[in-house]
T-cell receptor, first 111, second 114 residues
Framework: ELKVEQNPLFLSMQEGKNYTIYCNYS?????LYWYRQDPGKSLESLFV?????AVKQEGRLMASLDTKARLSTLHITAAVHDLSATYFC???????????FGAGTILRVKS | EAGVAQSPRYKIIEKRQSVAFWCNPI?????LYWYQQILGQGPKLLIQ????????DSQLPKDRFSAERLKGVDSTLKIQPAKLEDSAVYLC????????????FGAGTRLSVL
């Protein structure tokens, strides 16, 4: 059974600082997604990573995938308050398009 | 392009009552998903449809939950009878292989069971 672990679960950052969120998963997969969720809102797709070594960047966020280590990272550069949200990674299974989500990382950026 | 539509947005019921949620996916998306998101957790898949057929319902509590997707478009999720532990946000999502299977989520229905 695929298990997805994110850490940290809670992250409080100062504006302008850098940090990384980690997503580990337990079985082979070649699809990994990152989503953002604002309080009381639904999930918004950020990145899709489909191969080993894939790297995607959008603004201050950069995501990467290492399928051999079963690890994805979401790196935040020079954080700003608007990045405050909960970030989920989700890993694709071999069966259909089913995704298994991590527990989420609550990010708070303090000004 | 219109997003995934869900209704109602909020629902408060007493335990042992029944409730139904409705979802209209993005036009042309053959795959539809229902998730349960308990406060502080990631979404958990309840059921996945491909057109009007069920692909995966392994985590659906079938003694009280049911779902259908007649005609392969809209879908309804029903809980009967509801329990206190069913309090959660119920999210609907849809996807297509043309967009790398990215799942697009609706705003969700927040259910409170008292």
């Amino acid at each position: 059974e695929l298990k997805v672990e994110q850490n940290p679960l809670f992250l409080s950052m100062q504006e302008g600082k850098n940090y990384t969120i980690y997503c580990n998963y337990s079985t082979t997969s070649d699809r990994l997604y990152w989503y953002r969720q604002d309080p009381g809102k639904s999930l918004e797709s950020l990145f899709v990573l489909l191969s080993n070594g894939a790297v995607k960047q959008e603004g201050r966020l950069m995501a990467s995938l290492d399928t051999k280590a079963r690890l994805s990272t979401l790196h935040i550069t020079a954080a700003v308050h608007d990045l405050s949200a909960t970030y989920f990674c989700a890993v694709g299974t071999e069966y259909g398009n089913k995704l298994v989500f991590g527990a989420g990382t609550i990010l708070r950026v303090k000004s | 392009e219109a997003g995934v539509a869900q209704s109602p947005r909020y629902k408060i019921i007493e335990k042992r009552q029944s409730v139904a949620f409705w979802c209209n996916p993005i036009s042309g998306h053959a795959t539809l998903y229902w998730y349960q998101q308990i406060l502080g957790q990631g979404p958990k898949l309840l059921i996945q449809f491909q057109n009007n057929g069920v692909v995966d319902d392994s985590q659906l509590p079938k003694d009280r939950f049911s779902a259908e997707r007649l005609k392969g478009v809209d879908s309804t999720l029903k809980i009967q009878p509801a329990k206190l532990e069913d309090s959660a946000v119920y999210l609907c999502a849809s996807s297509t292989p043309r967009q790398r299977h990215i799942q697009y989520f609706g705003a969700g229905t927040r259910l409170s069971v008292l």
